[in-house]
């Protein structure tokens, strides 16, 4: 077994949860029996790339929002592709008995279904660019499709309005103003309607001109100029009643309706229509039944990689459907152009009632749009990753490939950065980035006449270039796919060692990073223990690969250079039994804990800069100590001395918990991830947190809980923690009882076993 892909049909033993069959579990379908209201009743679905919110309404009506991972706009915006409403008339939805709405993650699909015999599916083909909207009713209906847009004319922000601010912080000049361009739409075809929004300008430029590095203009094209996304409208049977609206021929009593999505760059409008028409072309001449079909296997061979199922009660059951919805989200939103974004993918509404009681509005500028989304349109590493470290277990190995193609894709230029700012090589990513990999003017600061940002919460914030490369080694030691450690996996991790390696001096033979940070926390600070951690833990990972994958000056390098790695900073607990502050002092007599860092200055108002727990990195993700490692009790002290204890969103608790073997605290924390429940009818969409719902690094944290609840690897991939057997058959057997607190093994007995032969 090459790691963790044989993770099929998974036990769990914790306070009383037992086992049950994921192929028997209700939990991968919700059912509602009543029509919607409006987007806040929507359901998620999609192909890894296009997706929809789909929703009904008191009418009748069906509407789709439409997505797509690569719909950047020419403010380097994500946004909508556009939204489509469906009708009926009459409708088969009014007036009747039996409404119910269903939405089947098992097959990719959302149904719906009337007392009378009235059926509607709705899905996005796995495997090609178009959402299918089918229906029968017993008496014959008129259908129509009709295209409605929001960014109908150009329009502008008001000055330092809550949407700049949050949405577009990225662009936002002291003026607050920030225009926003139109989408067109296209002129009618016989039985064809369609709309696309054209990027005729970019703020790309501005953004390398004031970081000072316009000089690499040329060397790398913009990324959002001449992009072009939208969709054509088809159908059989279907013809255009004016340039928004696609009607049936006559009444049916069967019929269907297809949203084809196309992004492309560069490309000319007319281009980009030609290509839509051809894409639409050559979907219609697959026979519907038969894309049904494959889009069905594609689905069923999704879920038969791996799944957690949990039961024991009311919060094993809720376990069970949170890790399933969030892998559902997931696998609809992560196989595209770009990765997936944590403050809310590509599922996003824009007005949602955030508090429960009403919609966020924006005084000065109206409602927001469906556009909206708090935290704008970088990624953040520390959200993102938990998206991402789930599905290395799980077997997701294609959707982990945007996310590492991102990284990947923009090394040349952090390379070329480095160069530029730092007079030496290496790599080193920003904390929050374009997807091209630059930071935001704000964070860099408008004419900033230094090379160092002016956010201070992310200026020397770099873990995430050790974070993703340990992620990668974790992905090679499933796969050992050669050709991703050679294009992909040691690049990068050499780029970020090589910065590491150059970027600091030495004293006494150590490196010593100076004017650095532990995360946002704890800034500035020496020697800061998830930088440490990160080396620590890569460097060994990258002197183990076979030889013949790096080159002998590698090999010196990196092991010299663990040698001069400091390390972990230690301390003690202060008085209260805490992890200090650095206005306090440690308690002569307290526990010995993992630090922070070595040193570390408190801000101007004397608190922390975030609430983070940068110390508990040695555990996860780079796990230096855990259940079965050495000083156990020492990590677990440390855990239990952290300044900040929180649940849900970006926080890495029940992750921690999990590692060190403490389960009750894990089952406690996996329990509050996957019932934190947003204020949506699809409850998980998660609640906000910190970020924007839904928010995808809240159910991704659950996920890596749970999983981390199962099984750990320790040492080489194929090394797992004891408890968890070899494959045997064509699946994978597994037993496993949790680590107690008053325990000492993970393998405290043997119950709970769950066995598949779907391999």
């Not at 700049?164 to 064809?192: C, M, Q, W, Y």
């Not at 309706?257 to 697959?286: F, Q």
């Not at 013949?548 to 390390?567: C, H, I, S, Y």
């Amino acid at each position: 077994m090459k790691g963790l892909l044989g993770l099929v049909g998974l036990a769990l033993v914790a306070g009383g949860w037992g086992t049950m069959l994921a192929q028997k579990s209700p939990s991968y379908a919700v059912t509602w029996d009543s029509l919607g209201k409006d987007h806040r009743d929507s359901m998620p679905i999609g192909n890894g790339d296009v997706g929809a919110n789909v929703w009904t309404e008191a009418n009748g009506d069906l509407v789709l929002l439409i997505a797509k991972t690569d719909a950047w706009s020419e403010n380097g915006q994500l946004v909508k592709v556009g939204q489509v409403r469906v009708r009926m008339s009459p409708s088969p939805w009014v007036g009747g008995k039996g409404f119910r709405q269903t939405l089947d993650v098992r097959r990719g699909v959302v149904e719906i279904a009337a007392e009378s015999g009235a059926w509607m599916r709705v899905w996005v083909d796995a495997n090609r660019a178009v959402i299918h909207v089918e229906y029968k009713s017993p008496v014959a209906v008129k259908a129509e499709a009709r295209v409605e847009l929001w960014r109908t004319e150009k329009r502008e922000t008001a000055a330092n309005s809550y949407e700049a601010k949050t949405a577009l912080r990225e662009i936002n000049r002291s003026d607050g103003v920030i225009d926003f361009d139109p989408d067109v739409v296209l002129a009618a075809g016989a039985h064809e309607i369609g709309w696309a929004h054209e990027n005729l300008r970019s703020v790309y430029p501005m953004a390398f001109e004031d970081q000072h590095l316009g000089a690499l203009l040329g060397k790398y094209p913009d990324p959002l100029l001449h992009r072009v996304f939208g969709a054509v409208v088809t159908g059989p049977k279907m013809v255009s009643v004016d340039d928004h609206t696609l009607g049936s021929m006559r009444a049916m009593t069967a019929g269907r309706m297809d949203v084809v999505v196309l992004g492309e760059h560069p490309v000319e409008l007319a281009r980009w229509k030609r290509d839509a028409d051809a894409l639409a072309a050559k979907i219609e001449a697959v026979p519907v039944e038969r894309a049904w079909m494959e889009h069905e296997l594609w689905w069923r061979k999704f879920w038969e990689r791996s799944w957690i199922d949990v039961s024991g009660g009311k919060d094993a059951d809720a376990v069970t459907q949170g890790y399933a919805m969030q892998r559902w989200m997931v696998g609809a939103a992560g196989r595209g152009a770009q990765a997936m974004k944590f403050n809310g993918s590509i599922f996003t509404v824009g007005d949602i009632a955030t508090d429960g009681k009403g919609a966020v509005s924006d005084l000065a500028s109206g409602p927001l749009d469906a556009d909206f989304r708090k935290w704008g349109s970088n990624y953040w590493f520390q959200n993102e990753r938990h998206l991402y470290w789930p599905m290395i277990a799980a077997g997701d190995a294609d959707l982990l490939q945007p996310f590492f193609a991102m990284y990947r894709g923009d090394l040349r230029l952090e390379e070329d950065v480095t160069r530029i700012y730092s007079k030496h090589g290496g790599a080193r990513f920003p904390e929050t980035m374009y997807f091209w990999g630059t930071p935001n003017n704000v964070d860099f600061g408008w004419g900033n006449p230094d090379m160092a940002m002016t956010n201070g919460f992310i200026r020397n914030h770099i873990n995430g270039g050790l974070e993703v490369s340990m992620m990668m080694m974790d992905e090679y030691g499933q796969t050992e796919d050669a050709k991703f450690a050679r294009e992909t996996m040691l690049p990068v991790a050499e780029a970020v060692v090589t910065y590491f390696d150059e970027h600091w001096k030495r004293v006494k033979g150590k490196i010593l990073m100076e004017d650095s940070q532990s995360l946002e926390t704890d800034r500035p600070s020496v020697n800061p223990a998830p930088d440490v951690a990160g080396l620590r833990a890569l460097l060994p990972r990258l002197l183990g690969l076979p030889v013949g994958l790096t080159t002998t000056e590698e090999r010196v390098q990196w092991k010299r250079m663990l040698a001069e790695v400091p390390e972990l900073p230690r301390g003690r607990t202060n008085k209260a039994g805490v992890h200090p502050e650095p206005e306090t002092e440690a308690d002569a007599k307290g526990k010995e804990i993992l630090w922070t860092a070595e040193r570390w200055t408190p801000m101007s108002d004397g608190k922390p800069g975030n609430s983070e727990n940068p110390e508990l990195y040695a555990v996860f993700p780079y796990r230096l100590f855990g259940v079965g490692m050495p000083e156990l009790q020492l990590a677990r002290d440390t855990f239990a001395a952290r300044r900040f204890k929180a649940m849900t969103c970006w926080t890495q608790d029940g992750i921690d918990a999990a590692d060190l073997g403490m389960a009750d605290e894990a089952r406690r924390q996996v329990v509050a991830n996957f019932t934190t429940y947003g204020v949506e009818r699809f409850g998980w969409f998660w609640a906000k947190g910190h970020d924007w719902e839904p928010d995808m690094d809240n159910g991704g944290a659950g996920m890596m809980t749970l999983q981390s609840m199962l099984l750990q690897t320790r040492g080489r991939q194929d090394a797992v923690v004891p408890g968890v057997a070899e494959g045997v058959g064509g699946g994978l057997q597994a037993a496993w009882t949790a680590q107690h607190d008053s325990g000492g093994e993970i393998c405290g007995g043997k119950s709970g076993a769950a066995t598949s032969d779907a391999g």
